[in-house]
């Protein structure tokens, strides 16, 4: 007698598999999950408590139900030992929350799985000082929502963006929303105009990254003006500098923009920042 719910799974042009349960997963379904990536320098988590209340926020919005002890108890006691394999480790930890179980856009309850994974970088991505080139990706905006802040809600555009730019042979491409810039597929994105630092506001749909929040306030300390602000095509392109921040990466000049070249290195407020950056995470 055959089954009566049959799936099957296959990789590029092999055989059709049956898929493990761990496979069948509504993140997988239906991308109900979020993520959090954290960097790991000289073996210790940054900004452990930004990316917690952050994702935190999240699994409370969605629904999530991780349990009475919650997520820091859930950190420090399941995810952190998985370090301890990887003394002075430099690399990046994923952590990924999904909702079990089954049902269609319905779930039928709201119990969550976890992913972890642990990434070991060849070098510290803090003393690397590259710069990118960008441009525009114009096909589907960002839209400011409460998912704005949540990582995973919006992967799809973002992995449009990054795409599109690897076939225009750029390093990654600037999204907009609201009419107005947004971010890169990976990163938020800052202008240099006259000592003023200016950065997107949330309205543009950027995700306000953690990285992002370091920099405004060590902006601060390097006698900046900041801004957040609805940024214009015309903003970027008088801009007298571009840079770009992520937590992996710290921060990353942007030497060009659709053919408008930038200044990059030592002297710039990037190279400023990214060393005043380096110094503030040794401690950590």
Same mark, same amino acid.
């Given at each position: 007698?055959?089954?009566?719910?049959?799936?099957?799974?296959?990789? /590029?042009?092999?055989?059709?598999?049956?898929? $493990? +349960?761990?496979?069948?997963?509504?993140?997988?379904?239906?991308?109900?999950?979020?993520?959090?990536?954290?960097?790991?320098?000289?073996?210790?988590?940054?900004?452990?408590?930004?990316?917690?209340? +952050?994702?935190?926020?999240g699994? @409370?919005?969605? *629904?999530?139900?991780?349990?009475?002890?919650?997520?820091? %108890?859930?950190?420090?006691?399941?995810?952190?030992?998985l370090? /301890?394999?990887?003394?002075?480790?430099?690399?990046?930890?994923?952590? @990924?929350?999904?909702?079990?179980?089954?049902?269609?856009?319905?779930?039928?309850?709201? =119990?969550?799985?976890?992913?972890?994974?642990?990434?070991?970088?060849?070098?510290?991505?803090?003393?690397? %000082?590259?710069?990118?080139?960008?441009?525009?990706?114009?096909?589907? !905006?960002?839209?400011?929502?409460?998912? $704005? &802040?949540?990582?995973? &809600?919006?992967? @799809?555009?973002?992995?449009?963006?990054?795409?599109?730019a690897?076939?225009?042979?750029?390093?990654?491409?600037?999204?907009?929303?609201?009419?107005?810039?947004?971010?890169i597929?990976? =990163?938020?994105?800052?202008?240099?105009?006259? /000592?003023?630092?200016v950065? !997107?506001?949330? *309205?543009?749909g950027?995700?306000? *990254?953690?990285? +992002?929040?370091?920099?405004? /306030?060590?902006?601060?300390?390097?006698?900046?003006?900041?801004?957040?602000? @609805?940024?214009?095509?015309?903003?970027?392109?008088? =801009?007298?500098?571009?840079?770009?921040?992520?937590?992996?990466?710290?921060?990353? &000049?942007?030497?060009?923009?659709?053919?408008?070249?930038?200044?990059?290195?030592?002297?710039?407020?990037?190279?400023?920042?990214?060393?005043?950056?380096?110094? =503030?995470?040794? &401690?950590?």
């Amino acid at each position: 007698m055959p089954e009566d719910h049959l799936i099957f799974y296959r990789e /590029d042009w092999g055989d059709w598999e049956r898929p $493990s +349960r761990e496979m069948l997963n509504r993140g997988f379904y239906y991308h109900d999950s979020l993520f959090e990536t954290l960097r790991i320098r000289h073996g210790r988590p940054l900004f452990v408590e930004e990316h917690l209340t +952050r994702m935190e926020n999240g699994i @409370q919005f969605l *629904g999530l139900d991780i349990g009475q002890k919650g997520l820091r %108890h859930f950190f420090s006691e399941e995810v952190m030992p998985l370090l /301890d394999d990887f003394e002075g480790l430099e690399g990046r930890l994923r952590m @990924q929350a999904f909702r079990m179980g089954e049902g269609g856009y319905a779930p039928f309850g709201n =119990a969550a799985g976890w992913l972890v994974e642990v990434v070991r970088l060849d070098r510290d991505p803090y003393l690397v %000082h590259d710069s990118l080139r960008l441009c525009n990706y114009l096909e589907v !905006p960002l839209f400011a929502s409460p998912l $704005s &802040a949540i990582k995973g &809600a919006q992967a @799809q555009t973002y992995v449009l963006a990054a795409k599109f730019a690897s076939e225009m042979n750029f390093d990654d491409a600037i999204l907009y929303g609201n009419d107005a810039v947004a971010e890169i597929s990976n =990163a938020n994105i800052f202008l240099v105009r006259e /000592d003023k630092l200016v950065t !997107p506001d949330p *309205g543009s749909g950027c995700l306000p *990254g953690i990285c +992002r929040g370091v920099i405004l /306030d060590l902006a601060a300390g390097e006698g900046l003006e900041v801004e957040e602000t @609805q940024v214009s095509w015309e903003d970027l392109r008088d =801009a007298d500098e571009v840079f770009v921040t992520n937590v992996i990466r710290g921060v990353r &000049a942007v030497g060009e923009v659709e053919g408008m070249l930038f200044p990059v290195g030592e002297g710039t407020v990037g190279w400023r920042l990214q060393r005043a950056l380096e110094r =503030a995470t040794r &401690a950590f």
